[in-house]
């Protein structure tokens, strides 16, 4: 069974910069694409970004040109690098491994997930 834990999470400035880490334990996430995505309050979950195992990235309009998924397979571990930041970005973020290889678009590609980070922007 793969665990998954994110940091990096807390509260950022518009303008500033986070970058948020999602550690996977239990089994390597290597042959798997990766995820993100976030919940804001009142909103339903959305992704944020997928990287695929061969690392070709899938980004949501609102965040494309400021944010970038990246992983170090030799760490078992993917990276949000959030940058430019807005009010607008604050939300709980989540990371999650997918079925298979790709950076799918569709939550329900995705088998496992961490328990979540929150990201608070102010103006």
């Known amino acids: 069974q793969v665990q998954l834990v994110e940091s990096g999470g807390g509260l950022g400035q518009a303008g500033g910069s986070l970058r948020l880490s999602c550690a996977a334990s239990g089994r390597s996430t290597s042959g798997y694409g990766m995820g993100w995505f976030r919940q804001a309050p009142g909103k339903e979950r959305e992704l944020v970004a997928g990287?695929?195992?061969?690392?070709?990235?899938n980004y949501a309009g609102s965040v494309k040109g400021r944010f970038t998924i990246s992983r170090d397979n030799a760490k078992n571990t993917v990276y949000l690098q959030m940058n430019s930041l807005k009010p607008e970005d604050t939300a709980v973020y989540y990371c999650a491994v997918s079925r298979w290889g790709g950076n799918y678009f569709d939550s329900r590609s995705y088998e496992h997930w961490g328990q979540g980070t929150q990201v608070t922007v102010s103006s």
């Open positions: 990287i695929s195992i061969v690392g070709s990235t």
